[in-house]
């Protein structure tokens, strides 16, 4: 039996292939759950965090978005460096990175500190594992077994997003926020000790990086998802109330002009080193294959769709009904289990199910559990009716984990593994960038219209009061909870009977923000089930071994 036929690709043989694939994929998941965690493990303790280190709410946020910004523009260089030293090593060293950056994080006593250890080494870290997870998952399981290996993977992840609030809260209310960096160490050190017994395989390109490439794809990446991190403040288009304004627009569409720019001369600086016959940082070709286009595009709204959830839904639990963290994180359970039953159990069940068939199947279980939450949505409704919603959403985003991996990876050569590591990544961070600011604009816009027009036309606000509203809130309306607006009330010195009014139509504007932010996503998800006709309609066998990609 060869190694492909036992499930396991690489230099082990029978007993011993068999049993590196009982520690390979479990090594796997975890790393992905870890660099998927501290997206949002401390957003739940930003303030206590800021206290803690001596700097704002302001700052905090700005450590968390560098986080994103890193790993995101450096995705594509870190994958092209697993295919010049081997996957493995790139893991390993990318760990130890990650590792170093965990325990800077856990001691730092000021922001500067902090910054580099969460947002530069983390960051750095997490760029060179993310495409190797990818890359090792081709190189350790057979095509056959593929769908169930990127399954548990991407449910690693997405639990992640879940899980970060539970944990986040956990460790910020009964112990301190560092023990979860701290926590951290001591799973990479698990995850590098259980990493020896990883099939590799040997690198696969030769030559240099390419310098000017990695300079040019950081850079439009980089402008690119900080331009969508900065939108819900700024303004996408149209300049915020308060916000930058350059050459009569926000800044926000001029750094996407730019980013969009720098990427296509690096597409271009790409086809003309490979036409010298000179190493490339990624092969244009991998984006011109319509299936790998596909299963990207599949992939930016799965990421979308989920980051946008993992938004509103904690929103709707924390703020509205005033849950703790803990309590939110507990609510958001049906969907991290529905999640990994479907990204494990549909391969298993269902080995030779069309991809397509489940890729569409999941976005219309994310559209049906995002209508009935809209549906469920009310001024006088509970947390309990989030659980139907969550399941549906749960196995949507399953579904799609389940499949999606092995379509990337399947439609190109096992030597383009690491390139398609490296954007696929890219895309998912940018996908889930795109997924937060568009909810979040979306919410505060329509928040912000019904609160006016609410206190506008309510008899027990005094027309003088409603006009110092409009103007002082034309921004945008904070997404507060009934406490904190009477706290804020009373501080102004407005009487209890129109405090009173003032509070019941904020609770309506919430819901109304709430709805639209989810009538968006359920739009988006309806849209994309029509965007899946190039995902193949049967699972692929891998691409023959080429030089380029066809």
Same mark, same amino acid.
Do not use: C
């Given at each position: 039996m060869t190694p492909r036929a036992a499930g396991i690709q690489g230099t082990g043989a029978g007993p011993e292939a068999a049993s590196a694939g009982l520690t390979v994929l479990p090594t796997l998941a975890a790393a992905q759950f870890l660099m998927t965690l501290d997206s949002s493990v401390m957003n739940v303790s930003i303030a206590t965090v800021a206290a803690d280190i001596g700097t704002t709410v302001t700052g905090i946020q700005t450590a968390i978005t560098f986080y994103t910004l890193v790993m995101a523009a450096f995705m594509i260089t870190g994958g092209r460096l697993g295919q010049l030293f081997g996957h493995r090593r790139v893991f390993t060293i990318g760990c130890v990175v990650y590792g170093c950056g965990s325990l800077t994080t856990s001691v730092a006593g000021n922001l500067a500190v902090l910054m580099f250890g969460w947002s530069f080494l983390e960051g750095v870290g997490a760029a060179l594992i993310m495409p190797a997870v990818v890359a090792l998952v081709a190189s350790n399981f057979a095509s056959a077994q593929r769908p169930r290996a990127y399954g548990l993977v991407a449910a690693a992840g997405a639990i992640a997003v879940a899980a970060g609030p539970l944990v986040g809260g956990l460790f910020t209310t009964y112990l301190s926020w560092r023990w979860v960096f701290a926590g951290e160490v001591l799973v990479v050190g698990v995850i590098l000790w259980l990493t020896r017994g990883m099939a590799d395989t040997p690198p696969t390109a030769q030559g240099r990086l390419d310098i000017v490439g990695t300079v040019l794809s950081a850079a439009g990446l980089a402008l690119i998802v900080y331009g969508v991190l900065r939108s819900g403040s700024w303004g996408l288009v149209r300049p915020a109330p308060g916000a930058p304004v350059w050459l009569g627009l926000?800044?926000? @569409?001029?750094?996407?002009?730019?980013?969009?720019? /720098? #990427?296509?001369?690096?597409?271009?600086? +790409?086809?003309?080193? #490979?036409?010298?016959?000179?190493?490339?940082?990624?092969?244009?070709?991998?984006?011109?294959?319509?299936?790998?286009?596909?299963?990207?595009?599949?992939?930016?709204? +799965?990421?979308?769709? +989920?980051?946008?959830?993992?938004?509103?839904?904690?929103?709707?639990?924390?703020?509205?009904?005033? #849950?703790?963290?803990?309590?939110?994180?507990?609510?958001?359970?049906?969907?991290? /289990?529905?999640?990994?039953?479907?990204?494990?159990? @549909?391969?298993?069940?269902?080995?030779?199910?069309?991809?397509?068939? @489940?890729?569409?199947?999941?976005?219309?279980?994310?559209?049906?559990?995002?209508? /009935?939450?809209?549906?469920?949505?009310?001024?006088?409704?509970?947390?309990? /009716?989030?659980?139907?919603?969550?399941?549906?959403?749960?196995?949507?985003?399953?579904?799609?984990?389940s499949q999606l991996g092995s379509v990337t990876v399947s439609a190109v050569a096992d030597e383009h593994t690491g390139e398609v590591g490296g954007v696929q990544n890219t895309v998912t961070n940018l996908g889930a960038s795109i997924g937060t600011a568009a909810a979040g604009a979306v919410l505060i816009s329509a928040l912000t219209s019904s609160f006016l027009a609410g206190v506008r036309h309510d008899p027990a606000v005094p027309a003088e009061l409603s006009t110092q509203t409009e103007v002082r809130l034309a921004e945008g309306v904070p997404f507060l909870s009934d406490r904190d607006l009477k706290i804020r009330l009373d501080e102004a010195g407005v009487p209890p009977d129109t405090a009173k009014a003032i509070t019941a139509t904020n609770a309506d504007a919430r819901i109304d923000g709430l709805r639209a932010a989810l009538s968006l996503l359920a739009a988006i998800a309806l849209a994309a089930m029509f965007l899946t006709r190039q995902i193949p309609d049967r699972q692929s066998a891998p691409v023959p071994t080429s030089g380029r990609v066809t």
């Open positions: 926000s800044p926000v @569409i001029w750094l996407a002009l730019a980013g969009g720019t /720098i #990427l296509l001369l690096f597409v271009r600086w +790409q086809d003309h080193r #490979l036409a010298r016959g000179a190493a490339a940082l990624l092969d244009p070709a991998l984006l011109r294959n319509r299936t790998f286009r596909a299963g990207l595009t599949s992939f930016f709204f +799965q990421y979308l769709l +989920q980051a946008g959830l993992f938004f509103v839904v904690p929103l709707y639990l924390s703020v509205a009904l005033g #849950l703790s963290a803990v309590a939110t994180g507990v609510r958001l359970l049906p969907l991290s /289990i529905a999640l990994l039953v479907a990204a494990v159990g @549909i391969p298993k069940a269902f080995p030779h199910v069309s991809p397509r068939r @489940i890729v569409r199947g999941g976005f219309l279980s994310l559209f049906a559990g995002t209508t /009935i939450l809209i549906a469920a949505l009310d001024a006088g409704a509970g947390p309990e /009716i989030v659980t139907w919603p969550m399941l549906l959403a749960g196995l949507g985003v399953g579904a799609l984990a």
